[in-house]
């Protein structure tokens, strides 16, 4: 079986694969947010992707590694939740129609990455000293 450290690590070793999966099917698993702005999209699977390959290389860095990286993604999954609902909230004021503001791409996302964000800030919180 394997343990939640080892998930932790093969999640962020498979960002290729989510990011093929993004690219081809357009399949945003990962961060569905940013799909107005492919620069930053890219630079956070390259971010997720060092985080991964910097686990894998040296397993001490992991604690400090998981919190830099579950602050970073407490911080994206907060902007990918609220700024949907704002920009709804100024159309309505605005008298324009509006579509519900998150999809089933953005709640899987959501989901997901809440769950390895959980996995990584109790794998990591207290050896970082948290």
């Given at each position: 079986m394997i343990s939640r450290q080892q998930l932790l690590l093969w999640f962020y070793l498979a960002t290729p694969v989510f990011y093929l999966l993004d690219i081809i099917f357009g399949?945003?698993?990962r961060i569905s947010f940013?799909?107005?702005r492919p620069g930053w999209k890219f630079a956070y699977y390259l971010f997720c992707m060092g985080i991964g390959l910097l686990m894998w290389k040296w397993r001490i860095l992991e604690p400090i590694l998981g919190i830099i990286e579950g602050g970073v993604n407490?911080?994206?999954?907060?902007?990918?939740?609220?700024l949907p609902y704002y920009a709804a909230i100024e159309a309505i004021s605005s008298g324009e129609?509006?579509?519900h503001p998150l999809n089933t791409f953005s709640i899987i996302n959501y989901l997901i990455s809440g769950l390895f964000l959980f996995i990584s800030m109790r794998l990591h919180g207290s050896k970082a000293g948290l």
């Open positions: 399949w945003d698993l940013l799909d107005d407490m911080l994206l999954l907060t902007l990918s939740v609220l129609t509006v579509q």
